[in-house]
């Protein structure tokens, strides 16, 4: 097995702070973060225990490019790029939601909607859908950020009602979430892909809000291809898609879901590299570039000469 990064456990000049997420190493200082996007990967927010090569490096790479590509309709956190799976940026102040769009009807809530939901968070939903159809228009259907444990879905109201946005910053979250899935959906269709959902993350700098966290990667979104697209719907079949779904589906079928008392199935060497190929697939779909891989040399000496670096700067 090629190299890859489970955790990092660095200590610069200067920092502050450090924070361990499902897949990111996040490092404070007194402005500044650092972002180590490792090779950890997450399903039913359960990490699992192999880490998955050259994963950081796509997500962080393609990050990057739709994070430039939408910086003209929101600001957003990133200030430098030292390393292939590292982002340095501004330290916002996170709001407590991540701000689900959805275009068509696909994972978690066709889930939902199969087990007779027609309201999910708060957005009501026609009969008559089946999953993976195309929805009347987008809709945001919010989660909560969780520090540990399951996000929850919430519904816009209850978001005002308690307080956790104030509604003047809630209305620019909406605005700014449908402007760049409409601009993520435009730039999947060049490539042959349907941006079919995703999740953003913002934050407040100096009083501003920002974009954070990464966007349109295979982590935060789903795409199918739009090759065929039509002739699975009509027929029943099952989309091509490139996604982290594949990995969830193959948990179930394992017996783990994520629920109390389920034990995380032994993922095989080969199921790992499969996983690998099919980040690396995306990450040449979405983007249309060659990817090319990273030296697994020394990899976290490789990551901290880079963020020593930059901080110097």
């Not at 997450?42 to 590509?69: E, R, T, W």
């Amino acid at each position: 097995m090629t190299g890859a990064i489970k955790e990092t456990n660095f200590n610069f000049p200067g920092q502050v702070g450090f924070y361990k997420g499902k897949v990111r190493d996040v490092y404070m200082f007194d402005k500044t973060i650092a972002v180590v996007a490792t090779d950890r990967i997450s399903a039913f927010d359960v990490v699992l225990p192999k880490p998955i090569p050259f994963k950081g490096q796509v997500l962080n790479q393609i990050a990057a490019k739709f994070l430039k590509a939408t910086a003209d309709i929101v600001p957003n956190w990133v200030t430098a790029n030292p390393d292939p799976n590292v982002t340095i940026g501004k330290k916002c102040e996170p709001f407590k939601v991540e701000m689900v769009i959805r275009g068509y009807l696909a994972g978690h809530a066709a889930r939902e909607y199969a087990a007779g939901m027609r309201i999910i968070c708060g957005v009501p939903l026609p009969d008559g859908l089946r999953e993976n159809d195309k929805l009347p228009q987008p809709i945001i259907t919010p989660t909560t950020k969780a520090d540990e444990g399951h996000d929850e879905d919430i519904s816009r109201e209850d978001i005002l009602r308690k307080g956790i946005v104030s509604e003047a910053d809630y209305l620019v979250l909406e605005k700014y979430t449908h402007a760049l899935f409409e601009r993520g959906s435009q730039m999947a269709a060049e490539k042959g892909l349907i941006l079919v959902d995703t999740k953003y993350e913002f934050g407040k700098y100096e009083g501003e809000i920002y974009l954070i966290d990464e966007i349109h990667t295979p982590d935060s979104s789903r795409y199918f291809y739009a090759e065929g697209y039509e002739a699975n719907q009509k027929a029943g079949l099952p989309q091509k898609q490139l996604s982290k779904e594949f990995v969830r589906q193959w948990l179930i079928s394992h017996g783990f879901q994520g629920k109390e008392g389920q034990e995380v199935p032994d993922m095989p060497f080969s199921f790992v590299e499969e996983i690998s190929d099919r980040y690396i697939e995306l990450y040449e779909k979405i983007t249309g570039e060659k990817f090319i891989k990273a030296s697994t040399q020394n990899l976290e000496q490789r990551i901290e000469e880079a963020v020593l670096e930059e901080l110097k700067g």
